[in-house]
Structures are given as structure tokens and as C-alpha cells.
T-cell receptor
């Protein structure tokens, strides 16, 4: 059973437009959520995170929204740039319920930003 | 440049052979992890270590072993490789053990024939 789901394997957007990547989770004990970005032939890199006590966290062009009642989070990239083309992984952890070894990743969404 | 170094970058291995993937970090992070990435399955935790001298099993530990003799090194060993262990392996570390903010190496691509 998948605890963290990224239902869209791929997403294509035009440069300058908004990219919205979605993630759903099933475990109500998750209280910390992260997004990682991965370029081909490189390791994933941490992008942005949000604690369950917040519903929004913003860092430059990247904003993560958390809807706890729907068990849903999304990553918004505005404006999208060709360099944002990568695979994005959503991840969730149990925070005080467990350490980083309890981190659960989604399967990833491949974002392509077209010039 | 500080970070995580993995070796080898790529390896082709005959089934039944023993293989050790090396991982070294110079950030003095206490926690280290090994993940495998497979198409359509995302990242899955194999083993982890919250501090030198301790290790734990992740989601997919079978066929793998790890050791953590010191803070910097966290090798992953396949005692007798099988084709289903063909994957890209990522080593990671974290400063804290309760946030999920990991630093990843660039990966080791392993093909078992």
C-alpha cells in the first residue's frame, strides 16, 4: 500500500507559466513533508519542506501548500523555467513519531518545462 | 566541495558475486542511509544508521548488509548479487534524524547479469 502517492508520472508546461505538482498521503501520523528535485544522473536534492502546523511555505519561486483535511500537498513553481525540468519527489515523515528513517517517498513526477 | 562521495559510479556484475558500494561523507552528519531507485517505484530505503556503531533495516533490506564503523563511511554490501538488485543506489546523510532533510550522493548504477 502506497502511503505517499504522486498520481501524475509526468507534467509538461510552458516556460513562464505555473507548474503544479500534486501529492496525496494516507498516513495521518505524517507531520513533516518535503519535496526533492532530481536531475538525470544526479542524486536528489532537497527543495522545500512544510510542517503540519502550517498550510503554506514559500521559498522564492517555489511554494508548497498543505491541506491536512484532504491529506494533500502541492508544489507550485511560478514562473516555471526550463532549468526546472527534473523529476520531483514528494516525501513524508512521522516527525516526532519517527526519525528520517521513516521517510516515505512518492514515485516521482517528471516535469518538463518547454521554452 | 563538501558532500557525499559514492563509488563506483557504475558497475556491471555477474550474478552470485559479492559487491560493496562505498559511501563517504565529510559533513560530520550522524545519520546515513542507503536507498535504491527503480523505475516506477521511487526511492526505497534499504538500511540506515542513526549514528556510528548502529544500523537498522529499511523497507527493502533483504540481500544487503551495512556497517558503520565511523561517522564518515557507510558501505553497502551485496553478499551474492541477483538480477533483481539491478538498480541505482543512492547514499544519503542528514544532520538531524527527525526532519527528513537528506543530502544525497550522485548514485551508483549497478547491473547484475
Amino acid at each position: 500500500d502506497q502511503q505517499v502517492k504522486q498520481n501524475s508520472p509526468s507534467l509538461s508546461v510552458q516556460e513562464g507559466r505555473i507548474s503544479i505538482l500534486n501529492c496525496d498521503y494516507t498516513n495521518s501520523m505524517f507531520d513533516y513533508f518535503l519535496w526533492y528535485k532530481k536531475y538525470p544522473a544526479e542524486g536528489p536534492t532537497f527543495l522545500i519542506s512544510i510542517s503540519s502546523i502550517k498550510d503554506k511555505n514559500e521559498d522564492g519561486r517555489f511554494t508548497v501548500f498543505l491541506n491536512k483535511s484532504a491529506k494533500h500537498l502541492s508544489l507550485h513553481i511560478v514562473p516555471s523555467q526550463p532549468g526546472d525540468s527534473a523529476v520531483y519527489f514528494c516525501a513524508a515523515s512521522g516527525g516526532t513519531q519517527g526519525g528520517s528513517e521513516k521517510l516515505v517517498f512518492g514515485k516521482g513526477t517528471k516535469l518538463t518545462v518547454n521554452p | 566541495i563538501a558532500g557525499i562521495t559514492q563509488a563506483p559510479t557504475s558497475q556491471i556484475l555477474a550474478a552470485g558475486r559479492r559487491m560493496t558500494l562505498r559511501c563517504t561523507q565529510d559533513m560530520r552528519h550522524n545519520a546515513m542511509y542507503w536507498y535504491r531507485q527503480d523505475l516506477g517505484l521511487g526511492l526505497r530505503l534499504i538500511h540506515y544508521s542513526n549514528t556510528a556503531g548502529t544500523t537498522g533495516k529499511g523497507e527493502v533490506p533483504d540481500g544487503y548488509s551495512v556497517s558503520r564503523a565511523n561517522t564518515d563511511d557507510f558501505p553497502l554490501t551485496l553478499a551474492s548479487a541477483v538480477p533483481s538488485q539491478t538498480s541505482v543506489y543512492f547514499c544519503a546523510s542528514s544532520r538531524e534524524t527527525n526532519t527528513g532533510e537528506l543530502f544525497f550522493g550522485e548514485g551508483s548504477r549497478l547491473t547484475v547479469l
